[in-house]
């Protein structure tokens, strides 16, 4: 299995490697064209441009086939086939790129797995290491990596890290599906902090979003309500919500995954 730290290490290696690669075939082209005519007048400078454009055809298709390799993982990890994304990630970040947006996209993939196998610190460590990197037309990575990082900065117990994350997405532009995110893992780390009456803020809005959540994740984000609300002296809208929670989920398995909503269901 392939390690975090080892993932990062080969990435910067070879972004290292693709970036000279490219400068040297540039140099080439350039010494085509005002070199080669000086040091071998004989020799016809559209030899060296179609030796230099035959090993640019090359590398491009060697790097489309990793792009292709790391295309497929997101599907593979959807469906839980994790031993097959990994193998996609491991083999798409061991072949040669000419390009940084397929050894990027496979780290984000990498870290997409770790966090899925549940895997906190690994997955933070990724996700810390690909927004350290300069994205370009990757930009759009940045919102998907910063809430996966406060969500494994949650599990690990780092509410520091936690808030810096999502700090960093306020104001931004989400799509719907980072909105949900977004709003699953706030409210995780507002209960943290019993950030109980900007919990409630808003409820009904939020209510509306958590029902396009999948049904866990809506029994989850409804039972979170469903505490603060409890603890802000709403008892009518906190029974509401426990009973919308109960519909979607089988309590001892949210109790099991947030023991703090153990206080909705005394006894059980």
């Not at 000279?20 to 070199?35: C, E, Q, R, T, Y």
């Not at 532009?173 to 980072?178: D, F, G, I, T, V």
């Not at 995110?181 to 803020?201: C, K, P, T």
């Not at 505490?227 to 099991?256: C, H, I, N, T």
Request: charged share 20%; aromatic share 6%.
């Amino acid at each position: 299995m392939l390690s975090a730290e080892a993932a990062i290490t080969r990435l910067r290696r070879d972004l290292t490697v693709g970036s000279l690669v490219k400068g040297v075939l540039l140099a080439s082209i350039f010494a085509s064209f005002f070199v080669l005519p000086y040091v071998a007048p004989k020799v016809d400078s559209t030899i060296g441009l179609l030796v230099v454009g035959f090993i640019w055809l090359a590398l491009t298709y060697t790097s489309a086939r990793g792009s292709r390799l790391a295309a497929d993982s997101p599907a593979l990890i959807a469906s839980g086939d994790f031993e097959e994304a990994e193998r996609h990630i491991d083999l798409a970040l061991r072949s040669f790129s000419l390009f940084r947006t397929a050894k990027l996209q496979s780290l984000h993939h990498l870290a997409l797995l770790r966090h899925a196998q549940r895997r906190w610190q690994e997955a933070a460590l990724l996700c810390q290491a690909l927004l350290g990197q300069r994205l370009g037309s990757l930009q759009g990575l940045s919102k998907p990596s910063r809430l996966l990082l406060a969500d494994a900065m949650m599990e690990l117990g780092d509410l520091r890290g936690a808030h810096e994350a999502l700090a960093e997405l306020h104001g931004q532009r989400l799509s719907l599906n980072e909105t949900l995110n977004l709003l699953a893992v706030q409210l995780d780390y507002e209960s943290r902090v019993g950030a109980w009456a900007a919990m409630i803020s808003g409820v009904m809005s939020k209510v509306q979003l958590a029902e396009l959540m999948p049904a866990i994740n809506a029994a989850r984000a409804q039972a979170m309500l469903a505490l603060a609300a409890r603890k802000a002296g709403r008892p009518d809208l906190s029974d509401w919500l426990r009973k919308r929670a109960e519909l979607l989920s089988d309590v001892p398995a949210l109790q099991k995954e947030r023991p703090i909503l153990a206080e909705l269901w005394p006894g059980r």
